[in-house]
């Protein structure tokens, strides 16, 4: 056999082999990073909502304190003691997708809390947009008639925050993320609550 064609067979064998691996590590890995990210996303909401849990409560925290209501594409989150809703946001951002969680309180309007489960901005500038001091500007914010993050505007509005220094890209893209997955939310939580669905 010739040495070009043993060679050829040599990366073939070889690369069989560890797709097999690599598919069986995926196949076993699966379930546990589902279940991560399940975590992930109750511990932010029970912290959205202000719900103490422990990492060995959370599924049965979540379960007990957070009502599941459907609507159309939506899934929200619904604390019954104060009528606050969850539900998922995202989007492109410049760098990559951004993924987080919208939290308003009772009249669909007001935010009571953003968190950020995932993002790809530039560490340091894009990338404030997941850190708590900057998500804190949004708390108590309107979401109508349309939610703004502004460049140097003072003092804001009821719907507007500053936008981060330097990501301005960033600010404006998560300000299009927000506004365009509100409308929809705001549009099939309105239409579960007429019909009682």
Excluded: C
Aim: net charge negative; charged share 20%; glycine share 8%.
């Amino acid at each position: 056999m010739k040495p070009t064609v043993r060679m050829i067979l040599f990366v073939l064998v070889m690369a069989v082999i560890t797709s097999g691996i690599l598919l069986g590590v995926e196949a076993l890995t699966a379930e546990r990073i589902q279940n991560n990210q399940d975590a992930k996303l109750k511990i932010a909401i029970l912290e959205s909502h202000g719900i103490d849990y422990t990492l060995a409560t959370i599924n049965e925290t979540f379960d007990q304190e957070i009502d599941i209501v459907i609507s159309g594409d939506w899934t929200f989150y619904v604390n019954p003691d104060t009528n606050a809703v969850s539900f998922a946001i995202s989007g492109g951002g410049v760098w990559g997708p951004i993924e987080g969680i919208l939290t308003l309180e009772a009249d669909f309007e007001t935010i009571l809390s953003v968190k950020i489960l995932q993002q790809e901005e530039t560490p340091g500038l894009g990338g404030v947009i997941a850190e708590s001091q900057y998500l804190a500007t949004f708390v108590g914010k309107k979401m109508l008639p349309q939610f703004e993050i502004n460049k140097d505007t003072a003092p804001n509005l009821p719907n507007e925050i500053d936008s981060i220094v330097g990501a301005t890209n960033t600010s404006k893209r998560f300000q299009d993320i927000m506004n365009d997955d509100y409308s929809q939310a705001r549009l099939a939580w309105l239409l579960q609550s007429q019909l009682g669905v």
